[in-house]
């Protein structure tokens, strides 16, 4: 592969030297403050990759605003400080630049490139590239983008607008088109060329930006417009690529795509449809011999299946998640898919077979992170581990643990996590309930009612009328009523 030789746009301003980070190092080197950075994560519980190249980036104010990893590190690090007295620009100064930029016109292809292989201007060098000249060191991890990377996807207005308002252009178009893959009539009107590395790139941005989305504001307003990237995204595998490398990640780009969406069909209780797309995402697995896809897919089947109440299923499809993980040498990705058989087993009533996965899942959890850990598994932390506990003695009846579970997955959840910490609380009030703690599940169900103009999600609406039956005797007891009044009010679900 020929070594890109453009860079990514320039910034719209000159860069000012951020004075007031390069004062906080002192007279530490920029790795040994790398290293304090990557310390005080640990501390809190965040994952950077921070080197010196990092440090001389915010340093040289190429990085304005840091993304929400590095604000918390930073901000336990320096506490009672802001991001301005660190030397940052306000977040809402720097948001919307990733859409603004990534839509300029296209740069001419660079000399060398084989055909399909052009850069677009913004985009980021490939990290696939083993001829590029970067750092090697620079390859920040996904979930993890630069503040001041094109792509970054916490930062777009655009997408969470097309989401939020459903006007007229969609999120599948949001994600895609300016990335280089038209969707619908656009697409229609010429073939497609066989794919290089800008459509690979794009594809896998695609899945990334479909998750936050999610993680914020949940499936069900995302799930139809989130359909057109997966039809463009086997267009792209039918029309080949440009080399067998290209070939590998567009196939596994869209096994996690038919995953994502699968996931949000499975979030907003469209079983069948979910089903499909996880089949379809096991099919590329096994074509490829792709073993990581393979057990996502089987990870997720396993979940869909405990929830549409196929409890065998659940555990047989967790268990061959498991075959299939375990020469990936993930610990985290062991212990979830250890829960996801434990839902099983209480879906079948079986206390021992569940309390013996939960068993592994926690002392494979302790084990910690790793680079084995896949990047869709970003979610995965002690609160989904708490959560998903929960869940399992909820199923067994245990009412009592099953709240205490709960608890403290929503405690402990990251607040960028919205739907989450809306799932939890959900998982809460249910739990609270069923216990006869009615006024204490009310206060709960109207923490999670006011989530509800962020999140859309045919779940947590779910648990939360099941939670109303449950509290309706009680009307009351403090708080119940208001709880029923404002829950009552709620819009119905087409």
């Known amino acids: 592969m020929a070594s890109s030789t453009v860079t990514s746009s320039q910034p719209e301003r000159p860069a000012r ?10 007279r530490r080197s920029p790795a040994e403050f790398a290293a304090l950075v990557r310390r005080a994560a640990r501390e809190i519980g965040e994952r950077v990759s921070c080197d010196a190249r990092y440090i001389g980036r915010v340093e040289a104010g190429e990085i304005r605003c840091p993304n929400y990893a590095y604000e918390r590190v930073f901000l336990h690090m320096f506490p009672g400080r802001t991001l301005t007295d660190l030397g940052f620009a306000p977040r809402s100064s720097v948001r919307g630049r990733a859409a603004r930029t990534a839509v300029e016109a296209p740069q001419p292809p660079t000399a060398g490139a084989a055909p399909g292989e052009s850069r677009a201007a913004g985009e980021p060098y490939d990290p696939y590239d083993t001829q590029d000249t970067h750092d090697p060191h620079d390859r920040h991890e996904p979930h993890e983008p630069y503040a001041e990377d094109p792509l970054n996807h916490e930062e777009s207005d655009v997408l969470r607008r097309a989401f939020m308002t459903g006007g007229g252009a969609t999120v599948a178009a949001a994600t895609l088109a300016p990335l280089g893959l038209a969707t619908g009539a656009a697409a229609a009107e010429r073939p497609l060329r066989r794919a290089g590395t800008p459509e690979a790139t794009a594809l896998e941005e695609a899945v990334r930006r479909i998750r936050l989305l999610d993680d914020r504001h949940g499936a069900d ?22 080399r067998q490398t290209t070939a590998d990640r567009l196939h596994a780009g869209a096994g996690e795509l038919a995953i994502s969406v699968g996931w949000l069909a499975h979030d907003s209780g469209r079983f ?7 089949a379809e995402a096991l099919a590329t697995a096994r074509m490829t011999g792709d073993q990581a896809l393979e057990a996502h897919a089987f990870c997720n ?21 498991q075959r299939a993980a375990r020469p990936l040498g993930s610990d985290r990705l062991m212990s979830l898919l250890a829960l996801r058989e434990a839902g099983g087993w209480a879906g079948l009533a079986d206390r021992t077979g569940c309390a013996q996965a939960l068993a592994r899942a926690h002392a494979l959890f302790e084990r910690g992170r790793s680079d084995a850990d896949p990047e869709w598994m970003s979610f995965y932390g002690e609160a989904e581990l708490e959560g998903l506990e929960a869940q399992c003695w909820s199923t067994l009846g245990d009412w009592g643990r099953a709240s205490r579970h709960a608890w403290r997955a929503a405690r402990l959840q990251d607040p960028h996590f919205t739907r989450n910490i809306a ?13 006869g703690r009615p006024d204490e599940a009310a206060e709960a169900g109207l923490r999670v009612l006011s989530l509800l103009d962020q999140v859309q999600s045919s779940r947590i609406q779910t648990m939360l009328a099941g939670t109303a039956r449950v509290l309706l005797p009680h009307r009351r007891a403090s708080g119940v009523s208001e709880f029923l009044d404002r829950h009552a009010s709620l819009p119905r679900r087409v």
């Open 17 to 26: 030297p951020n004075l007031a980070f390069r004062q906080l190092r002192g």
């Open 272 to 278: 069948d449809d979910a089903r499909s797309h996880y």
């Open 301 to 321: 089947t396993a979940f869909l299946a405990r929830d549409a109440g196929r409890p065998r299923e659940a555990v047989r499809a967790a268990q061959a998640a």
């Open 221 to 242: 307003g995302l799930y139809r417009r989130a359909a057109a990237p997966l039809r463009a995204a086997y267009a792209l595998l039918d029309a080949g690529a440009t």
């Open 423 to 435: 799932l939890y609380t959900a998982e809460l009030a249910d739990d609270l309930a069923r216990e």
